[in-house]
């Protein structure tokens, strides 16, 4: 199993970018998929999720800035960043969940993280 992030980098605020998660090694599209953020000496913040319905999910901080879409033909989760504050600067670490039926033992699969920094 391999989620590789990528698309993070240095923005100014109000800048937007896009973070990119490349799955491999298990069936994408049975999966809910999302992002999390951690800053140093702090505890991984979820941002937003995208279940196998296409439903989503985003935290308070984000919402209306952030949109996450999914490409189940490209096994790719997608995060568009827009409006970026200062405080959304973190590490940005994609990951995979799914309930494994029927012995009801969850997969949770998580990337290694990208550099986000807002700063001008």
């Known amino acids: 199993v391999q989620l590789v992030e990528s698309g993070g980098g240095l923005v100014q605020p109000g800048g937007s970018l896009r973070l990119s998660c490349a799955a491999s090694?298990?069936?994408?599209?049975?999966?809910?998929m999302g992002w999390a953020r951690q800053v140093p000496g702090k505890g991984l913040e979820w941002v937003s999720r995208?279940?196998?319905?296409?439903?989503?999910y985003y935290a308070d901080s984000v919402q209306g800035r952030f949109i996450i879409s999914r490409d189940n033909a490209k096994n790719t989760v997608y995060l568009q960043m827009n409006r970026l504050k200062p405080k959304d600067t973190a590490v940005y670490y994609c990951?995979?969940?799914?309930?494994?039926?029927?012995?009801?033992?969850?997969?949770?699969?998580w990337g290694q993280g990208t550099q986000v920094t807002v700063s001008s």
């Open positions: 990951n995979a969940q799914a309930m494994v039926l029927p012995t009801y033992i969850v997969n949770d699969y």
């Open positions: 995208i279940y196998s319905d296409g439903s989503t």
């Open positions: 090694g298990f069936t994408f599209a049975n999966y809910a």
